[in-house]
């Protein structure tokens, strides 16, 4: 299938809604735990004694000051990397599954998970109910790997990098990084005006804008989106236990055990250093990205809404890279261009 604007458009509307309705709780975390941990009946629950526990081991085992406000960035921390733990391995099964089933099925139970962890999330009175709102979400998603899958089967070599950048899939993931933690910030504000009685609005409000933005991206991709893999290129081998270990086990995946097809032992040595740099320089920036919300709210004490505008200015600057930079990259130059 060659490369179709019309694919790639629908792909960015998808990938915008998602970033919206993903980046909208960034701005809130801090809040959110200081809430959980305020010792209100409310919400204070044994997860959150059984959690700070943990944090109290870390701070033992490295030497963390033992400090309310840099608790809660410990505190923090296992929440992302909770979810993030989660994210990789059900990338790699869901891809595995839309290789077998078809990229649009696996794509919208994902997003159906996506969901259902934001409704879970709109009633997260207490740490329990909120943990299983982020499990549910980490085990879901998948749909950005996906969606990544669908440019690949639409696009030839040398349009891919073209539809992933100045196609709009790269700017798509600026655009929601704009947006998203700005409209969380405004959300919870106008939460607390127009229902100053309550003392969880500041959460509810933007979850519930983030359940109706996923149930609005649902209906869009199952109207719009088409199926990319046709039947006669999906993975029709019966599933051996072995083909479940490599796609689930750390080690086989960074060895990149399920692929078969390779033309070379060459070949799988430069997939092996790709994705262990992906993977080192992903854990940097989405470290960078969850807990700079921390530093900013317990260093200058900033509100959701600060925290939002701070959002705001670097995906700015993402966007103007995605769309004036990286679009310009020729094929073949992208390892010089990164690097620089």
């Given amino acids: 299938m060659r490369f179709t604007p019309n694919i790639i458009g629908i792909l960015f509307i ?19 735990l200081t809430y959980y941990g305020s010792g209100t009946d409310i ?4 997860l959150y004694v059984q959690t700070m526990s943990f944090v109290k081991f ?19 921390g296992i ?27 696996v794509l919208l139970l994902s997003m159906i998970g996506i969901s259902l962890s934001y409704a879970v999330w709109c009633i997260s009175f207490n740490l329990t109910v909120f ?23 639409s696009t030839t070599e040398n349009e891919r990098n073209r539809a992933m950048a100045s196609a709009w899939i790269g700017a798509a993931f600026s655009l929601g990084f704009i947006f998203g933690p700005l409209l969380g910030a405004l959300c919870s504000h106008l939460g607390t005006i127009y229902w100053p009685e309550s003392t969880v609005i500041f959460f509810i409000f933007p979850a519930i804008v983030s359940l109706i933005l996923s149930l609005i ?25 072995t083909d479940v270990y490599n796609a689930i086990l750390p080690w ?28 080192l320089y992903m854990i940097i920036f989405s470290g960078l990205e969850f807990t700079i919300t921390f530093l900013v709210y317990n260093r200058f004490n900033w509100n959701s809404m600060q925290q939002g505008k701070m959002f705001f200015i670097m995906g700015l600057c993402m966007a103007l890279v995605q769309g004036g930079y990286v679009r310009r990259i020729p094929h073949g130059k992208e390892i010089t261009s990164a690097m620089t």
């Avoid at 990938?15 to 993903?22: A, H, K, P, S």
């Avoid at 870390?58 to 923090?76: E, R, Y």
């Avoid at 879901?140 to 089967?153: E, G, P, R």
């Avoid at 086989?252 to 262990?276: E, P, Q």
Wanted: charged fraction near 15%.
């Fill in 131 to 153: 943990m299983i709102a982020r499990i549910i979400g980490g085990l879901s998603k998948a749909n950005v790997a996906i969606i990544l899958a669908i440019v690949s089967d």
């Fill in 252 to 279: 086989n995946l960074f060895k990149f055990n399920a692929i078969h097809n390779v033309k070379s032992l060459d070949d799988i040595t430069i997939l092996r250093r790709l994705g262990l740099a992906s993977f």
């Fill in 14 to 32: 998808s990938i915008l809604i998602d970033f919206l309705e993903f980046t909208i709780i960034l701005p809130l975390l801090p809040k959110i």
């Fill in 43 to 46: 919400s204070h629950d044994s």
């Fill in 79 to 105: 929440v992302g990397s909770l979810f993030s733990f989660l994210q990789f391995f059900s990338s790699t099964l869901c891809g595995a599954a839309s290789d077998r089933y078809g990229r649009k099925p």
């Fill in 58 to 76: 870390i701070q033992d085992l490295t030497g963390a000051p033992n400090d309310p406000k840099w608790n809660s960035v410990l505190f923090g």
């Fill in 217 to 241: 991206n649902i209906a869009f991709v199952n109207q719009f989106c088409p199926e990319t893999l046709p039947q006669s290129k999906r993975d029709g081998k019966q599933t051996t236990l």
